[in-house]
Every structure is written in C-alpha cells, then in structure tokens.
C-alpha cells in the first residue's frame, strides 16, 4: 500500500525552568493512504504533542523539534518554512483539537468560520464557498444548514460543534485528517455517532486518518491499526485484531484490562499500579519497568530492541526478545 505519512525517529523538547522535558522520544510510525491509525495511551504520553510536531504547530520556544523526520508524500515537513507549513495546513493536512466547545471564534457564525478555509486556499467566490458549506454540513449530519450557517457556535449543542470543527477540518478536502481526542468531551452516544461519521466520511472521501485518544474502547471498531504510546515511546504497534485478541506488551495488557466491559464488574477491573515516569529525566530501560509486574534488572538498565512478532506487529519488550535471555546469560542480570 501507498504510504502518505511516515515518521521517523521523532523527537520533541520542551525547556521550562525546572530543565528540558523530553515528551517526543524517537517515535517511528506510518499512515498508509485511506487508513485509520488510532495512537493510545494515557494522558501526557506524548500523543497530542506528536500531532501537533506533524503540523508544525509546536510552540518554539519553548518546544523544539530536536531530531528526526516527517515525511508526507515523500516530502520531509521538518524540512518545510512556515509559509510553506501554511499553504499545507488545512488544505492537505487538517486537524481537529481536543475541546470543540473551544475550537470555534463564539464571535463569528458558523458559515464565516466554514467559509473561510476555502477563500484563504481555495481562492473562490462567496457563492461557490457558501455552497461547499452546506454541502459539508449537510455530510457531518447537521439539519437545515442553510438557516444554521447564520448562527452562533453558542446555538449548538456540544455534538452538533464538534460535527461543525470536523466540518471545517475537511472542507478542503485534505488527504491526511489528524483527530485529537474527538469524543472526550461528549456522552457515550454522541460519540458512537461521531466515531460512525469518521467511518462515512472515510468511506466518500478516502481521507488518510490519526485517531489520538486515551480510549482503547473508541478505536475497536473504526480503527485499522493501532500504536500504543508510553512515556514518550511507541512501545507497541500492530492491526486492531493483534493489539486486541493478541497484545504483546504488559502496558497494552494493562491498558485492555482497564477497559469496562459488561461481562466485568466494576470492582473486578484491574488498574494499572503506579504512575508515569518523569520525563524531566526519563529512565535508562523500559520506562515501564517500574510499574510491570513482569519487570527483569534488564528492564531497568537496557531499552528493549524492537521485536517484529509479524510484518504488521511489533513490541518493545525484553519478554519477547530471545536477545534477553543471551544478554541476561553474559551478565549479572536477574530475574
């Protein structure tokens, strides 16, 4: 397949007064074209910051890209000035942010915030804009959108926006659609109604998809793909039907047993003990390792070599690696 987006050995920093936070720590990935990638993981895992590094959007200072690269369509962004960032952003590449009660100006209409994407890029009429406006209106589910382009965001319920900044974000009909926790703010049926509009609109425009989400429950059913990211590392990737019937990793594990079901009891969860590490000064081996029930010594003092269970699957973790067992067998390394 024809990959339109590939990530290569990202790394993003932020300096703040207490010293250099390190929330991007050599990411690698790819999105093949009309593909569904959800990335997982709790919060401050560095999901939301990998998106924004893949549009530019990270605040220099105090974040800086420090290494690694980009490639969308062949073409290394990393590489790209902000006005050639500007002329992509929206029009090849467009993003939907985590809070759509935020997202949209309470000062413009709706119309003049859908219309305006087409008028900086797309060069057209009022007319021809207004038109393409109710047509994607009209594609996220939103009912008279002709009278609805005159409101105010303060007139729509929290589905109904977040219908409207997906509108916006595919209004000039990118080829990449970034998704940024899109459902956090919405009721359980909303946002199966959300996750069904992604699926549509996929299906008719055969746009490329970055779902991020804490959620391991909201990609099950849209999802192709799926990176688990931990600490600032993708430490498990594969198809949704190997992460989830074949996970390989403790904090993948961890991650599906927290998941409520309804053959579970609420008290019968089971949570992940403990907490993230501080990537103020992240740990020499498997950022996990304090928190996995299955840890070795060589966990805390070596990070895990990518093992490739499958052409599609791959973990970092020194339980699937034979290497360990020879590394553990010339060293002091316990069980």
Request: aromatic residues 6%; hydrophobic residues 40%; negative net charge.
């Amino acid at each position: 397949m024809e990959k339109i987006l590939e990530v290569k050995d990202l790394h993003v920093t932020f300096t703040t007064y207490g010293g250099s936070v390190q929330a991007v720590r050599g990411v690698n990935f790819y999105l093949n074209k009309g593909e569904t990638l959800a990335i997982v993981g709790e919060s401050g895992c560095g999901k939301s910051v990998t998106s924004n590094a893949i549009m530019r959007l990270i605040p220099n200072p105090p974040g800086k890209i420090t290494k690694g690269n980009i490639y969308f369509k062949g073409k290394d962004l990393i590489q790209f000035r902000e006005k050639q960032m500007r002329s992509i952003r929206g029009v090849d590449i467009s993003m939907i942010f985590q809070d759509p009660m935020t997202a949209l100006n309470p000062t413009l209409t709706i119309g003049t915030q859908l219309m305006e994407g087409l008028k900086e890029h797309k060069g057209i009429s009022g007319k021809e804009a207004k038109a393409k406006a109710i047509e994607m209106m009209e594609l996220v589910g939103i009912p008279s959108p002709e009278e609805r382009l005159k409101q105010y965001p303060h007139q729509f319920s929290g589905g109904m926006r977040q219908r409207i900044v997906i509108a916006i974000a595919l209004i000039c009909e990118p080829d990449l659609l970034i998704a940024d926790e899109p459902t956090t703010a919405l009721d359980v049926t909303i946002q199966a109604q959300i996750l069904e509009l992604f699926e549509k609109i996929q299906e008719k425009m055969g746009v490329s998809i970055i779902l991020i989400t804490h959620d391991l429950g909201v990609v099950a059913k849209i999802a192709d793909r799926i990176a688990v990211m931990y600490a600032g590392k993708i430490i498990e990737s594969g198809t949704k039907r190997e992460i989830f019937y074949q996970p390989q990793h403790p904090y993948t594990k961890g991650l599906l047993n927290s998941v409520p079901r309804l053959d579970i009891k609420e008290d019968q969860l089971t949570p992940i003990d403990g907490t993230p590490p501080d990537l103020f000064s992240p740990p020499q081996g498997c950022p996990f390792a304090a928190r996995c029930p299955f840890a070795m010594e060589v966990c805390d003092k070596v990070y895990p070599v990518q093992t490739e269970l499958t052409p599609s699957h791959n973990v970092d973790c020194w339980l699937q690696d034979e290497r360990a067992q020879q590394l553990l067998a010339e060293s002091s390394f316990q069980y």
